[in-house]
């Protein structure tokens, strides 16, 4: 019964060393254990997916350590908020009368929205937006006045419902485009982050350049006999859009689409009025001889005919009699099969409601090669610096029951960071290896404040005193704890890009350190000062 | 009156024979030159240092290159040519970099058109790193703006904490002027070691005031005390970081190698500012200070 007691004693004791020891133990689970190793992905949030497996460990790497692009950019565009609109005003005629007063804009880059709730993102007031180039929230403002509504402040940024709109598409598109473990998330507040493993910068910019605006157009004559344009159907009118398919006989290759039911209607009768179901269906010569051809279908995509085509009286007939509508099909031709892929995309996307400002970009390019370099070199630039760490605190103490469990202490902290990277899926960077690294020089740091204070003033000769010198060491590292998390909270939040991971895990170390690992370091020094165990 | 003890069989030290003025003058000299070059260089160029591509915007673009006259195929594949080139230790890796107005897509088809591997570019036009730069100042101020008043809040005496907030300010300010003479250019890196400066170097100033201001026994017993510690805290996170910065700079670890070049230079300055400005600040208020 004794010695069961003194057991149980024993743990309470050292409760510290206990829990350091579970929670290490906790983290080389997290970092080796398979059954998290799916798990791990799922409990991320999309922000933080990027990211390929370790292999061997749950580590998941960040671009710079797994290759790929990374392109980061803010939308183009400025916004009102608080904008009072009187009930009977139309959207389409605030668009042009604030058009009207913008230089670089025309109605169609102006955007207007009631306050709600718009997929998941609530707007409070009334948005007035423009997303044309070269147009400033004081020009916004301005142009706002002169057309006699009244705003509460404009911003040189796109607003939140558009933003994230933007980002749903982007990510739809990286899917689509089978970049597989791509991820897009926004920084700071403006700037959009589209990182894609294992593609090259000019993959990536294709996808996300432009606004992937896919339209079709009837090209046909109005009342004055002079030719136009309509839209009959955008990708919001669309059900399901199929794969992009090679033409038989080589020529050319084609998009199956399927209307949605509340469009079809309308979309058959777009087709009737323009003329484009007329008797007979239309030839197209759009091509040769622009001013002289019957309605053609117009496949437009950011402004630009990437085909023209007739409509066959098998397709004209049903518009014309009103049953295409109970069936809407339809099929859209390209010249080949790469463009159809891409009219494919920017369909099943949908059109980003803002451009990507390419011109003030940040852009990172690593090659497979290359960060598997940065692995191994960054592994061995903290190598070295735990060595230099070891030898000067050997030098200082010569005592290795101080410095030996000083050493381990750090490195202990160095696997529980692992460890909840592992956990929590963070992706793992050259920046998150610098705040290793920094957690270990402020650890190390604290336990040397540890072993000075405790072995201060003569040998440990009792638990009580080591208490008391315990407390008052325990003061200064909480202290410089602080100071060291509000030093870095700034670069946790701010767009410096790579630099988050390292502000994020050197502020974990230190609460981790300050927790756990630094408590038990001193549990560890008296049970060998004290010679009590 | 006891000299210092201090590790590492450092010199003794034994601050009673010398003045306040005299402790003082060195790191208030110091910082006062380093601010004049901080002054000049920002009334010249129009930022407190020297920008790199990151802030500024610009390319830099890692290639291989096989055969002997690597610099010299460098120079003939690009236009414009780089702005410098920087070997990697141990391979046919070059570090190239690429002032602002060059488009990235272009540069990297001008390496492969040479017949050089790309295996890795970091490209930021101008006005994104203006935000950067903009983002990288205010974040800087808003670290040490929220470390003063942490100070203050945990020593609640005016002289001790003021001597902490001066010697951290000095701490950032002599760093980013050895910047401007050596001629480094501010980097993501950089901007990273100057908050962890303003974390880092504060330990041993807290560790000073807090050994003087709270615990028993004489000004100069405590503070040497302090003084055996501090030195061995900096010494050991001066040696980490030296040796991070060789290896990562020889491995051509950019990030790695500006935090670790900007956090030697900040430790340093530390160790002075502590055991001169700080202390002195110390030993004014404790004997004549609290007395007025």
Redesign the interface.
């Known amino acids: 019964m004794a010695d069961e007691e003194s057991t149980w004693d024993r743990i309470k004791d050292n409760w510290r060393i206990v829990l350091l020891v579970v929670v290490v133990l906790a983290s080389t689970f997290a970092l080796f254990s398979p059954t998290l190793a799916s798990g791990s992905g799922a409990g991320s949030t999309d922000a933080e997916a990027t990211a390929s497996s370790g292999g061997l460990t749950n580590i998941q790497y960040g671009l710079e350590l797994s290759g790929g692009t990374r392109i980061?950019?803010?939308l183009v565009g400025v916004h009102a908020t608080g904008v009072e609109l009187s009930n009977d005003t139309s959207t389409e005629a605030v668009r042009s009368n604030v058009a009207a007063n913008i230089e670089n804009a025309s109605a169609s880059d102006v955007t207007v929205r009631y306050a709600g709730e718009y997929s998941g993102t609530v707007q409070q007031t009334t948005v007035v937006e423009v997303t044309a180039r070269n147009v400033t929230a004081a020009e916004l403002g301005t142009a706002l006045s002169e057309a006699g509504y009244e705003y509460e402040d404009t911003q040189n940024r796109v607003s939140k419902v558009t933003q994230q709109t933007a980002v749903s598409i982007l990510r739809q598109k990286v899917n689509e485009a089978g970049l597989s473990g791509g991820s897009v998330r926004t920084v700071?507040g403006d700037?959009v982050v589209v990182e894609i493993p294992n593609a090259n910068?000019?993959q990536v910019?294709d996808l996300v350049a432009s606004r992937g605006q896919v339209l079709i157009q009837a090209y046909h004559r109005n009342e004055n006999g002079t030719y136009v344009r309509t839209t009959v159907m955008d990708s919001d009118d669309l059900q399901q859009v199929g794969n992009a398919r090679q033409l038989e006989g080589g020529r050319g290759a084609e998009v199956g689409v399927i209307v949605a039911e509340d469009s079809a209607q309308d979309v058959q009768q777009g087709f009737v009025d323009t003329g484009l179901a007329q008797e007979g269906g239309t030839e197209c010569r759009y091509e040769q001889a622009p001013n002289q051809t019957e309605p053609c279908i117009l496949l437009v995509q950011d402004g630009q005919v990437l085909n023209s085509f007739g409509v066959r009286e098998t397709l004209a007939q049903p518009m014309r009699d009103g049953t295409w509508a109970d069936d809407p099909r339809f099929s859209l031709t390209t010249g080949n099969l790469s463009t159809a892929q891409e009219v494919a995309i920017n369909l099943r996307a949908g059109a980003l409601p803002a451009e990507l400002d390419?011109?003030?970009?940040?852009?990172?390019?690593?090659?497979p090669?290359?960060s598997e370099?940065?692995k191994t070199?960054?592994l061995?630039?903290?190598i070295?610096?735990?060595?230099?760490?070891s030898?000067?605190?050997f030098?200082?103490y010569r005592r290795v029951e101080v410095a030996g469990p000083m050493i381990i202490t750090a490195l202990s902290e160095v696997v529980v960071l692992w460890g909840i990277a592992a956990a929590i899926g963070y992706p793992i960077d050259?920046?998150v290896?610098?705040g290793f690294?920094?957690a270990?020089?402020?650890g190390?740091?604290d336990l040397?404040?540890i072993a000075?204070?405790v072995m201060?003033q003569g040998e440990v000769s009792s638990q009580r005193v080591f208490q008391s010198r315990f407390r008052?060491a325990f003061?200064?590292i909480g202290?410089?704890a602080?100071?060291?998390?509000?030093?870095?909270?700034?670069?946790a939040i701010?767009?410096?890009?790579?630099?988050r991971g390292?502000?994020i895990f050197?502020i974990l170390g230190v609460l981790v350190g300050v927790l756990i690992t630094r408590p038990a370091y001193g549990d560890i020094l008296r049970a060998l000062l004290t010679g009590e165990h | 009156m006891p000299a210092a003890k201090l590790p590492f069989g450092l010199p003794e030290v034994d601050y009673s024979e010398y003045t306040n003025r005299q402790l003082v003058a060195v790191p208030l000299a110091l910082l006062l030159v380093s601010l004049l070059i901080i002054g000049g260089v920002w009334l010249t160029t129009g930022a407190p240092v020297d920008l790199g591509v990151e802030f500024t915007g610009g390319t830099e673009m890692r290639v291989a290159v096989d055969g002997d006259n690597a610099d010299q195929q460098i120079q003939q594949a690009f236009d414009p040519a780089p702005s410098s080139v920087q070997p990697v230790a141990g391979e046919d890796t070059y570090i190239l970099t690429f002032g602002e107005g060059v488009d990235s897509e272009t540069l990297e088809s001008q390496a492969q058109d040479a017949g050089f591997t790309v295996s890795a570019i970091d490209a930021t036009s101008a006005s994104f790193g203006e935000q950067a730069q903009i983002q990288a100042l205010g974040g800087v101020a808003v670290a040490f703006v929220g470390m003063s008043v942490l100070v203050f809040v945990m020593f609640r005496t005016f002289v001790p904490s003021i001597a902490v907030v001066l010697s951290a300010f000095s701490d950032i300010v002599v760093p980013v002027a050895l910047m401007n003479v050596l001629g480094i250019k501010l980097t993501l890196g950089s901007v990273a070691a100057l908050l962890m400066i303003i974390g880092y170097s504060v330990d041993s100033d807290i560790l000073l005031n807090n050994h003087v201001l709270r615990r028993q026994g004489s000004f100069y017993e405590s503070a040497y005390r302090a003084m055996e510690t501090g030195i061995t805290m900096t010494l050991t996170s001066i040696a980490a970081m030296l040796v991070m910065t060789i290896v990562a700079t020889a491995f051509g670890i950019g990030l790695l190698s500006s935090i670790g070049l900007i956090l030697v230079f900040g430790l340093t300055t530390d160790l002075m500012n502590t055991y001169m400005l700080n202390m002195s600040l110390l030993r004014w208020w404790k004997f004549e200070g609290v007395n007025r």
Do not use: C, H
């Open positions: 980061q950019a803010p700071g700037v910068q000019s910019r390419l011109d003030s970009n940040s852009m990172l390019y690593i090659d090669s290359q370099r940065f070199d960054s061995l630039a903290g070295a610096a735990v060595l230099a760490v030898g000067v605190v030098a200082r050259l920046s290896i610098a690294i920094a270990i020089g402020t190390v740091d040397i404040i000075d204070e201060s008052k003061w200064v202290a410089a602080a100071t060291t998390i509000v030093a870095l909270s700034p670069l701010l767009s410096l890009g790579q630099l390292f502000a050197t």
